[in-house]
């Protein structure tokens, strides 16, 4: 398999970055096995926050995600979802 990675940067970087955001996947999954609430965010600044915590450019940030224990009282009601048969065809 590492010939199918060798002098092709532009594939690596694609790769790791994917496969970074399924191993992010599973951590949100291990974090609320133990009861904690998950935030994950996108949309945020990348290059200030890669500034900030990855100054040598080691490193770079894929995604944002708070932990912690919510306020269940501060919860808003789920929103509406259409019904399997709405939303899904068997073929």
């Given at each position: 398999?590492?010939?199918?990675?060798?002098?092709?940067?532009?594939?690596?970087?694609?790769?790791?970055?994917?496969?970074?955001?399924?191993?992010?996947?599973?951590?949100?999954?291990?974090?609320r096995?133990?009861?904690?609430?998950?935030?994950?965010m996108?949309?945020?600044?990348?290059?200030?926050?890669?500034?900030e915590?990855?100054?040598?450019?080691?490193?770079?940030?894929?995604?944002l995600?708070?932990?912690?224990?919510?306020?269940?009282?501060?919860?808003?009601?789920?929103?509406?979802?259409?019904?399997?048969?709405?939303?899904?065809?068997?073929?």
């Amino acid at each position: 398999m590492r010939s199918a990675f060798a002098g092709k940067p532009a594939l690596i970087a694609e790769t790791a970055f994917r496969n970074g955001s399924l191993q992010g996947a599973y951590f949100i999954l291990a974090a609320r096995t133990f009861g904690l609430d998950c935030g994950p965010m996108s949309g945020f600044d990348a290059d200030m926050v890669n500034a900030e915590f990855f100054p040598d450019g080691h490193c770079r940030v894929n995604f944002l995600c708070n932990l912690g224990y919510g306020d269940p009282t501060r919860l808003h009601a789920r929103a509406p979802r259409l019904e399997f048969e709405e939303a899904c065809s068997l073929l």
